[in-house]
C-alpha cells in the first residue's frame, strides 16, 4: 500500500490540532490580587525590574526609581511574589498563567503605537505552586 506524503502531513496536523486544547488546559490564570500602574518618562529605568521581585530590598529600589507616588506596599514574600512588565506603547495589561509544572507565565499585552518613556503594570500574585517565572529560576532571596 503506497501512503502519500500529503496524507502523513494532514494526519500530523490533525494530531497537533487535537493536542493543542490539552496543552492550553494545562495551564491555569493565576488572579492579580494588587495592582500598580504608572508611566516614567526616562526610558533607561525601563531595566530596573526583573519579570519578577522576591524580596522588598528589589521592590524598594523599583519604587524609588520609578518615582511611583503611593506608598510602597508591604509584600509577604512568604506567601507572594511581584511580577512585572513594561511597553512602549501607549496602554499596557498585564495577565498570569501558572502551568502543572510550576512555571508562572507572565504575560504583557501593550498596543503598537509608541508614546514617550514608558508604562508599567506591576502586580501581586501568590507565590503557592510557583517554581519558575518564564521558564527562568525565581531570583534568591
Known sequence: ???????????????VALLAP????????????KTWTGAVLD???QQLAPECITNAKVLEKVWKAWKIEEKMP???????????TSTNGSKINLSARL???GDLEVLGAATLDL???????IATVSREGVK????????KE
Open 115 to 121: 508614546a514617550p518613556g514608558f508604562r508599567y503594570v
Open 99 to 101: 502551568d502543572d509544572a
Open 132 to 139: 519558575t517565572v518564564n521558564k527562568k529560576k525565581l531570583p
Open 74 to 84: 508591604k509584600v509577604d514574600f512568604a506567601k507572594e511574589i511581584v511580577i512585572v
Open 1 to 15: 500500500m503506497r501512503v502519500h506524503g500529503s496524507w502523513i502531513c494532514l494526519s500530523g496536523l490533525v494530531v
Open 43 to 45: 526610558e533607561t529605568q
Open 22 to 33: 490539552a496543552a492550553q488546559a494545562e495551564k491555569k490564570t493565576v488572579e492579580l490580587k
